[in-house]
């Protein structure tokens, strides 16, 4: 028999029941086994009684009874690259015994998924374990093909601290982005509440936004808000935004955006394709030198440590695709404040 276990829900494993996730982690295990540990409270999540019907969410702790030895899920055997360990090394920006801070690329998932394949963030932390025991968590995460700052943690312990700031809005993340137009007012916030896009699949998710005196028509739709500071604009054509989303809702700032009409450049999914951008800023494609990536990256992380109680300040250097865009336009990211919302240089 093993022991009691305390696991944390990872990034990538929120959003599901209770025991999907149990035979997920514990395959041998039957459903009725599952159901019996949670309805004599041997199963506990976050300290409280459970049922395998009840939906987890990211950074919650779960207690697990001991199982029969048989039930013990097997290692995963994870084969990494030479290039991608290297890779995955450079992106770490900061580093202590409790926290990981990376610069991720561009095109690298967070987490494996439909369509997703085996090369992503979470299939690549063997790399991030730097002589200790453990593989890091991640607390949060970012589209494919958004890049920039994203936290993992060494221990469930630092795990749940960071996931709780999340949830309670108490780290704040402020995102780059160069839009289609130029946003009037140039800064103000977007209320607009998200739902999926029926008909979906898990590979095409879409979100769709709902006026806020609409939401109650829409029992699926969440509430949502990202504020908006305009940094530098080009003539009517396109604009450097600074985006903050209050709420981390999924594709949160690209519907946003687009809903204002000034999609994300680089949105296919958003914004449209090249041809449909006259200028007017309806379009995400700009064409001439500018790349068809997209032009989304998390800059800012601002957090109070979960074990020294410091506060630290993290910003990550644009991207290659998107530095080559502020080169072109002339944009100096030493021109413009780290907060603008806040008014701090």
């Not at 982005?177 to 103000?188: E, T």
């Not at 028509?217 to 530098?232: E, H, I, N, S, V």
């Amino acid at each position: 028999m093993s022991g009691v276990q305390t696991l944390t829900i990872g990034a990538d494993e929120g959003e599901q029941r209770l025991d999907r996730w149990f035979k997920k982690r514990f395959p041998q295990l039957t459903q009725g086994a599952v159901e019996k540990m949670c309805r004599t409270g041997q199963v506990r999540v976050d300290g409280a009684r459970c049922k395998g019907s009840d939906r987890i969410v990211a950074g919650q702790i779960v207690r697990v009874p001991p199982l029969p030895d048989g039930a013990a899920p097997a290692p995963r055997q994870s084969k990494i690259s030479q290039a991608d360990e290297k890779m995955i090394q450079d992106a770490v920006l900061w580093k202590d015994e409790h926290i990981i801070i990376l610069n991720k690329p561009a095109g690298l998932p967070s987490q494996g998924g439909s369509g997703q394949g085996e090369r992503h963030v979470d299939g690549l932390t063997e790399a991030l374990k730097f002589g200790y025991k453990d593989k890091p968590k991640l607390v949060h995460r970012l589209d494919k093909d958004t890049s920039g700052l994203l936290m993992l943690a060494r221990t469930d312990r630092v795990a749940r601290g960071l996931s709780e700031s999340l949830r309670h809005h108490l780290t704040r993340k402020i995102y780059w982005a160069a839009v289609a137009g130029v946003p009037n007012p140039r800064k103000g916030s977007v209320k607009y509440g998200l739902m999926k896009m029926p008909g979906g699949g898990r590979g095409d998710e879409k979100m769709i936004c709902i006026h806020p005196a609409k939401m109650g028509d829409y029992p699926d739709a969440k509430r949502a808000q990202t504020d908006f500071f305009t940094l530098w604009f080009l003539g009517t054509r396109l604009s450097w935004m600074a985006l903050e989303p209050i709420t981390g809702r999924t594709h949160q700032l690209r519907a946003h955006m687009a809903e204002m009409g000034h999609p994300i450049l680089g949105d296919g999914k958003y914004g449209g394709s090249d041809t449909d951008n006259m200028g007017d800023g309806w379009g995400a494609g700009i064409g001439g030198d500018i790349s068809r990536k997209l032009h989304l990256h998390a800059r800012m992380l601002k957090f109070e440590h979960p074990i020294t109680k410091e506060m630290l300040t993290f910003t990550a250097p644009l991207p290659d695709h998107m530095a080559r865009t502020w080169k072109t336009l002339d944009w100096g990211v030493n021109d413009v404040p780290l907060d603008p919302f806040r008014g701090e240089a």
